[in-house]
């Protein structure tokens, strides 16, 4: 889809994304940058070197899933032994 980039020569480096066809917009400015590039890169790991090669990209993150179930599982075991011999304790 072909759009307008627009940058405008102020303080918060302000850029306008515009579609010729609707009139429809999209305003960034660093502030929205930066927030757009920590969410998208920290939650879903959209990085370029990481976005060129998807086999790498899905083997990170099923990786990190996988961790992310073994810490959780580990703390739940965990506090399930802690809580029984709490209740064990006050008998």
């Known amino acids: 889809m072909p759009v307008y980039k627009v940058e405008v020569a ?44 998807p086999v790498v990209w899905t083997i990170l993150i099923w990786t990190l899933t996988l961790g992310c179930i073994v810490v959780t599982a580990t703390g739940t075991w965990l506090s399930f032994k802690y809580l029984i011999r709490l209740f064990k304790r006050k008998k």
């Open 10 to 53: 102020d303080p918060d480096k302000s850029l306008y994304y515009i579609n010729p066809r609707t009139g429809e917009y999209k305003y960034l400015n660093t502030n929205r940058k930066m927030r757009k590039w920590l969410f998208s890169g920290l939650h879903y790991f959209h990085f370029k070197p990481l976005t060129d090669y």
